[in-house]
Nanobody, 123 residues
Framework: VQLQASGGGSVQSGGSLRLSCVAS????????VAWFRQAPGKERDFVAG????????YYADSVKGRFTISRDIAKNTVILQMNSLKPEDTAVYYC?????????????????WGQGTHVTVSS
């Protein structure tokens, strides 16, 4: 059971990035998947989540209208499209998953984690 996050990089303020989280060793059919981020010296914060079974989504207020979480069923992959990026979006981004229908904003709820991908937004 493994989650592999990718797609991070460095962009200027106002730019876009697309993160992917690929699940291997299991199918996401009964899972909730979320993206979290952690800036240096700060806690790991919820960004967005999706319930695989029906595509229901939930976002942190700080990213609403700028980020979009979606799923690619054929590829067993969750995507985070990040637009209008700001310097305060700079962090390591992690994907996480847990079997069930609940999209939790609490990191400890999730029991499967990817390795993290770095996002740097310069002003």
């Amino acid at each position: 059971v493994q989650l592999q996050a990718s797609g991070g990089g460095s962009v200027q303020s106002g730019g876009s990035l697309r993160l992917s989280c690929v699940a291997s060793g299991f199918t996401l059919g009964d899972y909730a998947v979320a993206w979290f981020r952690q800036a240096p010296g700060k806690e790991r914060d919820f960004v967005a989540g999706i319930r695989w079974s029906d595509g229901n989504t939930y976002y942190a207020d700080s990213v609403k209208g700028r980020f979009t979480i979606s799923r690619d069923i054929a590829k067993n992959t969750v995507i985070l499209q990040m637009n209008s990026l700001k310097p305060e979006d700079t962090a390591v981004y992690y994907c996480a998953a847990r079997n069930g229908r609940v999209i939790s904003t609490t990191a400890s709820w999730y029991d499967h984690w990817g390795q993290g991908t770095h996002v740097t937004v310069s002003s």
